[in-house]
């Protein structure tokens, strides 16, 4: 027994990641921790793959169902692609390897709402979940466990798993002990209550996970850190964006639709998601809050200069310096920072009661303002749809934000037609690039279609954006939405087949 394992019937389950891995079956189901390539099993999957190695190289199959919080690392994601055991994967993922084999065919990949996951698993719309892998901080002496840097699924794994294998991870701060906030409340319709949260701050659950002890097969000890890359530094462009955006807020504030502490925000991931909070701090706003899923190094930022009073989420992604800024103030940011499953952190009941301001980033846009956020040319996945639906259908206003143009100017980000829906027209309030802001609220699809040429395409195809919504409105059937069905994806056919979309 030791500090992080205090619990003596738990301890006494200790056992190697390659002991543990051998309890996995070919065809299980397997709920694992991690969230934005935070608080993922280190050690267990990394041997799982091994042994899924040599499995094969005898001529056996070995592939499992891997069900997560969202992205994971390439000890789990990569290691288990790599090997070719994932059959099946759900929800969000960014690993290019395990991208690889989605695209290519091999492996089935269901991309969910994160805010849906925990509830449809409990419906039994996901099927049996065979096993939890869940990574830990520490075990208390009366075996419930203080969670790791996320929270994600695991309290669903936990409790609707039959089995579980828990990793304590020693290079998880100890100090977290009390910072996240584990709701219990949630039940199956008809037998559901409101969830008690009116404020990003509030705490309605308990600090801890809880988990059935005769479910526990193994416990194993892992030490090592969360693998997430460096941001790059903020551009002109991602810079652009957040100025745009900061003076969109500032503009709704003089006209009475924002306080100055605006409301709960939510920021995607990624580039341009962090220099929009960078862009909040410069832009003089203090005491914000925040109601999201993911803290990136630019909200420990804000949070530090007073910009950011309060945040919710799920999940840290934290490059190794913003690791090493956590673990230095981790007493401040325990008082600010709460982390919830992610069935409370993107529950549609709870943006919309707080009045979330959604910020994601997205592959394109069309003219009438419906988001791709997750598929190259209409057939191959980039990450996920994440969070983004959750906050953008429910919250009080959604915000997209793309530079205008991907691949050095080949691909422009706003298209007659869309290849991929993820947020419909009816879910989209505001588009931002560098070139410029389009606010589509209470616009009708023509109004709308005029904005996002004017304001969010890049010069060098706004001329063919402005061509062919024209001969659209003369020509189409319907002059509602209009469209020339025949040429609305001519765009992407010609980036296909020539490597640009200009024509
Ligand atoms: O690829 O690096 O190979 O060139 O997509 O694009 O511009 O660096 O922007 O990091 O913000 O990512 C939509 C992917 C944008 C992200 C997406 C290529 C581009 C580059 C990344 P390269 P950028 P970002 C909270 C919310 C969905 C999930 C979500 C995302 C790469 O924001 O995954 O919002 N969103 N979750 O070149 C072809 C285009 C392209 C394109 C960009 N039109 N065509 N490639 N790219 N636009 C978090 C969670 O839910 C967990």
Same mark, same amino acid.
């Given at each position: 027994?030791?500090?992080?394992?205090?619990?003596?019937?738990?301890?006494?389950?200790?056992?190697?990641?390659?002991?543990?891995?051998?309890?996995?079956?070919?065809?299980?189901?397997?709920?694992?921790?991690?969230?934005?390539?935070?608080?993922?099993?280190?050690?267990?999957?990394?041997?799982?793959?091994?042994?899924?190695?040599?499995?094969?190289?005898?001529?056996?199959?070995?592939?499992?169902?891997?069900? +997560?919080?969202?992205?994971?690392?390439?000890?789990?994601?990569?290691?288990?692609?790599?090997?070719?055991?994932?059959?099946?994967? %759900?929800?969000?993922?960014?690993?290019?390897?395990?991208?690889?084999? /989605?695209?290519?065919?091999?492996?089935?990949?269901?991309?969910?709402?994160?805010?849906?996951?925990?509830?449809?698993?409990?419906?039994?719309?996901?099927?049996?979940?065979?096993?939890?892998?869940?990574?830990?901080?520490? /075990?208390?002496?009366?075996?419930?466990?203080?969670?790791?840097?996320?929270?994600?699924?695991?309290?669903?794994?936990?409790?609707?798993?039959?089995?579980?294998?828990?990793?304590?991870?020693?290079?998880?701060?100890?100090?977290?002990?009390?910072?996240?906030?584990?709701? =219990?409340?949630?039940?199956?319709?008809?037998?559901?209550?409101?969830?008690?949260?009116?404020?990003?701050?509030?705490?309605?659950?308990?600090?801890?996970?809880?988990?059935?002890?005769?479910?526990?097969?193994?416990?194993?000890?892992?030490?090592?850190?969360?693998?997430?890359?460096?941001?790059?530094?903020?551009?002109?462009?991602?810079?652009?964006?957040?100025?745009?955006?900061?003076?969109?807020?500032?503009?709704?504030?003089?006209?009475?639709?924002?306080?100055?502490?605006?409301?709960? %925000?939510?920021?995607?991931?990624?580039?341009?998601?962090?220099?929009?909070?960078?862009?909040?701090?410069?832009?003089?706003?203090?005491? %914000? +809050?925040?109601?999201?899923?993911?803290?990136?190094?630019?909200?420990?930022?804000?949070?530090?200069?007073?910009?950011?009073?309060?945040?919710?989420?799920?999940?840290?992604?934290?490059?190794?310096?913003?690791?090493?800024?956590?673990?230095?103030?981790?007493?401040?940011?325990?008082?600010?920072?709460?982390?919830?499953?992610?069935?409370?952190?993107?529950?549609?009941?709870?943006?919309?009661?707080?009045?979330?301001?959604?910020?994601?980033?997205?592959?394109?846009?069309?003219? =009438?303002?419906?988001?791709?956020?997750?598929?190259?040319?209409?057939?191959?996945?980039?990450?996920?749809?994440?969070?983004?639906?959750?906050?953008?259908?429910?919250?009080?206003?959604?915000?997209?934000?793309?530079?205008?143009?991907?691949?050095?100017?080949?691909?422009?980000?706003?298209?007659?037609?869309?290849?991929?829906?993820?947020?419909?027209?009816?879910?989209?309030?505001?588009?931002?690039?560098?070139?410029?802001?389009?606010?589509?609220?209470?616009?009708?699809?023509?109004?709308?279609?005029?904005?996002? /040429?004017?304001?969010?395409?890049?010069?060098?195809?706004?001329?063919?954006?402005?061509? =062919?919504?024209?001969?659209?409105?003369?020509?189409?059937?319907?002059?509602?939405?209009?469209? %020339?069905?025949?040429?609305?994806?001519?765009?992407?056919?010609?980036?296909?087949?020539?490597?640009?979309?200009?024509?």
């Amino acid at each position: 027994m030791n500090e992080r394992i205090a619990h003596a019937g738990l301890a006494s389950r200790l056992v190697s990641a390659e002991q543990a891995a051998a309890l996995i079956q070919p065809g299980m189901a397997v709920g694992m921790s991690g969230f934005t390539g935070a608080g993922y099993p280190k050690a267990v999957p990394k041997a799982l793959a091994s042994r899924i190695e040599a499995a094969r190289e005898r001529g056996e199959q070995f592939a499992i169902r891997i069900l +997560t919080g969202a992205s994971t690392a390439p000890e789990l994601d990569g290691v288990l692609a790599r090997a070719g055991g994932i059959e099946f994967r %759900l929800p969000y993922q960014s690993d290019p390897e395990l991208r690889g084999r /989605i695209n290519g065919g091999q492996i089935e990949y269901m991309d969910i709402h994160l805010g849906h996951v925990a509830q449809h698993a409990l419906f039994g719309f996901l099927g049996r979940i065979d096993l939890a892998i869940v990574e830990v901080t520490a /075990i208390l002496p009366d075996g419930r466990l203080v969670p790791s840097t996320s929270v994600g699924n695991n309290k669903t794994w936990l409790d609707l798993a039959d089995k579980v294998i828990i990793e304590v991870n020693h290079r998880q701060p100890r100090a977290m002990e009390g910072m996240h906030d584990v709701y =219990y409340g949630t039940a199956k319709p008809p037998h559901r209550k409101p969830i008690p949260l009116a404020h990003p701050g509030d705490r309605i659950g308990e600090p801890y996970l809880k988990v059935d002890l005769d479910k526990v097969v193994a416990v194993v000890e892992s030490d090592a850190p969360d693998r997430i890359g460096r941001f790059a530094p903020i551009d002109e462009v991602s810079r652009s964006i957040a100025g745009h955006l900061v003076e969109f807020f500032r503009h709704e504030i003089r006209a009475g639709r924002l306080g100055e502490q605006l409301l709960p %925000l939510q920021s995607g991931v990624g580039n341009i998601a962090n220099a929009v909070l960078a862009g909040l701090h410069e832009g003089g706003f203090r005491g %914000l +809050t925040a109601f999201t899923e993911v803290i990136q190094d630019g909200m420990l930022d804000l949070i530090g200069n007073g910009t950011i009073d309060m945040a919710s989420a799920t999940s840290f992604s934290l490059s190794p310096e913003g690791v090493e800024e956590f673990a230095r103030n981790i007493d401040l940011y325990r008082e600010k920072i709460v982390l919830r499953p992610q069935e409370i952190s993107n529950h549609a009941e709870l943006v919309r009661r707080l009045g979330v301001i959604g910020m994601n980033g997205m592959v394109e846009a069309d003219l =009438y303002g419906n988001v791709n956020s997750t598929h190259v040319c209409g057939t191959s996945i980039i990450n996920g749809i994440g969070g983004s639906g959750d906050f953008a259908r429910n919250g009080f206003m959604s915000c997209f934000l793309s530079p205008s143009t991907a691949k050095n100017g080949a691909i422009s980000a706003f298209v007659p037609m869309v290849s991929h829906v993820d947020h419909t027209e009816h879910d989209v309030a505001v588009l931002v690039s560098e070139q410029g802001l389009a606010d589509l609220r209470g616009l009708s699809p023509k109004q709308r279609a005029r904005a996002i /040429i004017n304001n969010c395409a890049h010069p060098d195809y706004r001329p063919m954006l402005q061509d =062919y919504y024209d001969r659209a409105l003369r020509d189409s059937k319907g002059r509602h939405t209009p469209h %020339l069905l025949a040429e609305a994806l001519s765009w992407h056919q010609r980036f296909l087949e020539t490597g640009t979309m200009k024509a």
